[in-house]
């Protein structure tokens, strides 16, 4: 079964720190993003890629920046964290075959105070 | 550009009745159309998923859910609820064979199960 590690599920961060949220899939997936879940916004992606190396926008990158050097990680990165990025951060693989379904982690609950 | 609309921000059911929980789409074409579960505390699980064929789609646990090009819907139901079933339900919507960065979210309906 295809498994999506998000390294923490609680964060507490102070207004102007750099924070990194890990995440690991362990079935060589070709494809991971990193949404941001909020109440009555739904989901809204932030970062994906396609590849090592390799990373695009989404709807809201701002304030954000990833890292991939590895197939299996895909790390996001708040270079200076805000109050308003406060908000539960979920980790998605996926493969190239076709119809391959989205993955999720369980999700990482940031607090920045 | 595609869109995702879940009319119901909560629905509260009592066990054992049956369940709808609704999804209207906005897409030029025949889209890939998901349903997925979130419990709390959480990832997303998926239920369900649509993507040619039969309009009706059987998911896991129980779950079904009818895509009506007509209508523009895909509305999620499930004959009898169980109370482990009280969870967040997402609809989301994508173009076929463009990859799930074009994925679109609806904002999530709260099933609250009644004894």
């Known amino acids: 079964d295809v498994k999506v590690t998000q390294s923490s599920r609680y964060l507490v961060k102070r207004t102007g720190e750099k924070v990194f949220l890990e995440c690991v899939q362990d079935?060589?997936?070709?494809?991971m993003f990193w949404y941001r879940q909020d109440p009555g916004l739904g989901l809204r992606l932030i970062y994906f890629?396609?590849?090592?190396?390799?990373?695009e926008k989404g709807d809201i990158p701002e304030g954000y920046s990833v890292s991939r050097e590895k197939k299996e990680r895909f790390s996001l990165i708040l270079e200076s964290a805000s109050t308003n990025q406060t908000s539960m951060y979920l980790c998605?693989?996926?493969?190239?075959?076709?119809?391959?379904?989205?993955?999720f982690g369980n999700g990482t609950r940031l607090t920045v105070t | 550009a595609q869109s995702v609309t879940q009319p119901d921000i909560h629905i509260t059911v009592s066990e054992g009745a049956s369940l709808e929980l609704r999804c209207n789409y906005s897409?030029?074409?025949?889209?890939?159309l998901f349903w997925y579960v979130q419990s709390p505390g959480q990832g997303l699980q998926l239920l369900l998923k649509?993507?040619?064929?039969?309009?009706l789609v059987q998911g896991i646990k129980g779950f079904e859910a009818e895509f009506k090009r007509s209508q523009s819907s895909f509305n999620l139901r499930k004959p009898s609820v169980h109370w482990s079933d009280a969870a967040e339900y997402f609809c989301?919507?994508?173009?076929?064979?463009?990859?799930?960065?074009?994925?679109?979210f609806g904002k999530g309906t709260m099933l609250l199960v009644s004894p």
């Open positions: 998605a693989s996926s493969s190239d075959r076709e119809n391959s379904p989205l993955h």
């Open positions: 079935m060589d997936h070709e494809n």
């Open positions: 890629s396609y590849d090592v190396k390799m990373k």
């Open positions: 897409y030029g074409a025949t889209p890939y």
């Open positions: 649509y993507f040619s064929g039969d309009t």
């Open positions: 989301a919507v994508g173009p076929i064979n463009s990859g799930y960065s074009t994925l679109t």
